[in-house]
């Protein structure tokens, strides 16, 4: 058996090579799956359709519906959720725009860098913040509204078609989506926890 020492340093290299060959998979797989990232692609054809799929899982489509529900809303309790659904997409963009600006891993190659309304952080690519809040929608959602079980069905649909839909149009990598729904998927959590009342939250609350 190699002596401790040897072990050690045997460590960090295969890790390295672990890691370097995890991301050439990752990237191999990202451009095989790319099929709709540009006109000219295998199915360029759909590239509308994903378009407006972005568009749905995009931050301020949701910033302003939860704004105007919370205006709109004359039910104490439908406010409740409402405000905390707009906290929790706060909180969603405010964590996505941090992680990507400490990882500033770059968007694959073949993106077209025609996104619906960017900002700074958003060339860069890890983690997918349509992924994240595809997730975290998706769990508030079926936690908060009383739906059929069709329309729950169709909500997780629309989230797992909003995480494979960045990947087709080469806007991410797949390693960008996966961790972008686990972040989606514990971020919820941390909402729970932080659940905005009129009990805890009196002086927000009489803002609306």
Do not use: Q
């Amino acid at each position: 058996p190699l002596p401790e020492e040897d072990c050690m340093r045997l460590n960090p290299s295969f890790a390295g090579i672990a890691l370097s060959s995890l991301l050439a998979v990752d990237l191999w797989a990202s451009k095989r799956l790319g099929v709709c990232a540009g006109e000219g692609s295998a199915w360029g054809s759909a590239r509308p359709l994903l378009k407006a799929v972005e568009v749905s899982g995009h931050g301020v489509p949701w910033l302003l519906g939860t704004c105007y529900g919370l205006c709109r809303s004359d039910s104490s309790a439908g406010r409740e959720v409402l405000l905390n659904l707009l906290f929790a997409l706060l909180l969603d963009l405010v964590l996505v725009a941090v992680v990507k600006g400490l990882v500033r891993r770059p968007r694959p190659t073949h993106n077209k860098m025609d996104m619906f309304v960017t900002i700074s952080v958003d060339k860069y690519s890890f983690p997918s913040g349509h992924a994240t809040r595809a997730a975290l929608v998706c769990r508030f959602v079926l936690h908060h509204l009383v739906l059929a079980v069709p329309l729950r069905v169709l909500v997780v649909l629309w989230a797992l078609i909003v995480g494979v839909s960045r990947v087709m149009l080469g806007r991410h990598n797949v390693t960008d989506v996966l961790f972008g729904l686990l972040l989606g998927y514990a971020l919820y959590s941390v909402v729970e926890y932080c659940w905005l009342s009129p009990l805890n939250a009196p002086a927000l609350f009489a803002l609306w």
